[in-house]
């Protein structure tokens, strides 16, 4: 299941639309609240601000501590995102459709430094 | 759906320690980000934290321009929550545990003023 939020986060850090737009759900309702931004509802909208952030220079970003909630064939992943010495806390909410996990919401905001898991490989843990 | 999520923030609003405690899932696995705090995990950490928060002097809050999504028996709401004159958004996901909607999630962030729905009862629209 992490498998997906890893692709997120990779998709996030190589500045990636094509595979930004293979992350998220092509048929299931979609919507995304960014830092300090209002909440984006529909894949329009939502597409719209990756394409941008992503055009933009996206922060090098790297996703620590996920831990996933898993109930039937709706997901949800807890994560801190680090960019440079800062921390942002994330949900990241997944659906199964076509049978593989995608994405469906994305909310980050502003946390502090959490106590960091063993994390070697730049992935994800659990 | 969105009548457990007025219920939490009834909860909330009314600094009402048994009815928080009602709102959130018995069984399903639990997780809370509280805005700027890192991810709490766990119903002990979760509900200590509403002890906390709600005998302090939780803030009035006001639920605005919530709407749900549903995937069978999994919920998640997105709203914005009018503290005053400022605003965070805010994710809350539900399960369907017993026959009611549960929460297991909340992450609230700072946001900026949105669009507001005419909310006259001060309550949920959609």
Known sequence: MLF???AFYRAFADRDVAAMDGVWAAHAPVACIHPGWNALVGRDKVMASWRSILAGGA???RCRNAEASVFGSVAFVICYEQIGG????ATNV???EEAR?????H???PTGRPTLEQDDEGGVIH
């Open 86 to 89: 800062e921390f942002l806390v």
């Open 101 to 105: 996990w995608k994405m469906v919401h």
């Open 4 to 6: 997906a939020n890893e």
């Open 59 to 61: 922060p090098d970003i």
């Open 94 to 96: 997944f659906v199964r």
């Open 107 to 109: 909310q980050a905001g």
